[in-house]
């Protein structure tokens, strides 16, 4: 009788996980007609069929859910003791799989990705891209990264920017023909640098002072979907911008920008890094936890593109 291997148990919790082979097999590094191949042999010698499959979707069986029920157990304990194991290697190796909105993937891949990558040799690191919030071990990642505020509460979140914050920019030059707003809904009559979010929506610009709130729709010919357009259109003078305080530093010290409505845009939550707190965290993970709080207590993390994206 042929034994059945780890690697095919390991196959149908992550097509399981995952909802289908395509994305499973990305996950393994196979190809999906093999991994496909490879569970219907699986089925064959069980004399059981685990999935139901059909053109649009891949569902587990009640013989599947019984089943998956009855491994996953096993191939967490199995991954925990070769993670143990793993702790006497002195240099963490593997793959870290991270899941998180593009504009925060923009804003931490050059200081915490690279430099992680830089730092240690044997580390793979894959960035999974999300407008919206997900379950990220669902996912089959290690950890995400969001906004404070939507982190989810069984999660351990480690702040990686503290002091964030939006702003409200334009050139000298364009001031030079308009007047200076003084409360957001002076925007409505200005020329403003409006953005489409990874959602497809536009994002209203946001203000806050004492009781007052305002989300604005701002008037504007122009609609851009990557800060680094924003602010390139914000320092030719093409109108007013909404983008990150910490992200254009460089042209605000220059003069280049100046920011308006500065008591109107108090700071947002932290950027956050976050992952399970009821799991072991293995060596790599534990690495990037590090890193990323080495580079929160420096206040060292610099970039050109804006935040306002970071959960959209």
Do not use: W
């Given at each position: 009788m042929t034994k059945t291997s780890l690697a095919e148990l390991?196959?149908?919790?992550?097509?399981?996980?995952?909802?289908?082979?395509?994305?499973?097999?990305?996950?393994?590094?196979?190809?999906?007609?093999?991994?496909?191949?490879?569970?219907?042999?699986?089925?064959?010698?069980?004399?059981v069929r685990l999935f139901?499959?059909?053109?649009?979707?891949?569902?587990?069986?009640?013989?599947?859910?019984q089943f998956i029920?009855?491994?996953?157990?096993?191939?967490?304990?199995?991954?925990?003791?070769?993670?143990?194991?793993?702790?006497?290697v002195a240099e963490p190796s593997g793959l870290l799989r991270l899941n998180m909105a593009l504009g925060a993937a923009r804003f931490i891949l050059?200081?915490?990705?690279?430099?992680?990558?830089?730092?240690?040799?044997?580390?793979?690191?894959?960035?999974v891209t999300d407008s919206e919030l997900v379950d990220v071990i669902a996912n089959g990642c290690d950890a995400g990264i969001r906004l404070e505020d939507r982190v989810p509460p069984d999660m351990i979140?480690?702040?990686?920017?503290?002091?964030?914050?939006?702003?409200?920019?334009?050139?000298?030059?364009?001031?030079?023909q308009r007047s200076i707003p003084l409360h957001p809904k002076d925007?409505?009559?200005?020329?403003?640098?409006?953005?489409?979010?990874?959602s497809g929506r536009i994002y209203r610009w946001e203000f806050s002072k004492?009781?007052?709130?305002?989300?604005?729709?701002?008037?504007?010919?122009?609609?851009?979907?990557?800060?680094?357009?924003?602010?390139?259109?914000?320092?030719?003078?093409?109108?007013?911008?909404?983008l990150s305080e910490r992200a254009i530093s460089p042209h605000l010290d220059s003069g280049d920008l100046q920011i308006v409505l500065s008591d109107w845009t108090p700071p947002t939550p932290a950027l956050c890094l976050y992952y399970p707190g009821r799991r072991h965290v293995p060596q790599k993970m534990r690495a990037f936890i590090d890193l990323a709080r080495e580079y929160s207590r420096k206040g060292s993390l610099t970039t050109s593109v804006s935040l306002s994206?970071?959960?959209?």
């Open positions: 390991e196959a149908v919790a992550v097509v399981a996980r995952r909802g289908g082979f395509r994305a499973a097999a990305r996950e393994l590094g196979v190809s999906s007609s093999g991994l496909s191949h490879a569970v219907a042999g699986l089925e064959e010698r069980m004399g139901n499959r059909t053109t649009r979707s891949v569902v587990l069986t009640a013989a599947g859910e029920e009855t491994i996953a157990p096993a191939l967490a304990a199995i991954e925990g003791a070769l993670e143990n194991a793993g702790e006497h050059q200081p915490l990705v690279l430099e992680y990558l830089r730092r240690f040799q044997r580390m793979h690191v894959e960035i979140a480690v702040p990686i920017i503290p002091d964030m914050r939006e702003v409200v920019v334009a050139s000298p030059d364009y001031f030079k925007l409505l009559t200005h020329e403003c640098i409006r953005a489409r979010m990874a004492e009781n007052e709130r305002h989300a604005l729709d701002v008037p504007g010919r122009m609609v851009l979907d990557e800060s680094g357009l924003m602010l390139d259109a914000a320092l030719s003078g093409a109108g007013i911008a909404y994206g970071a959960n959209k």
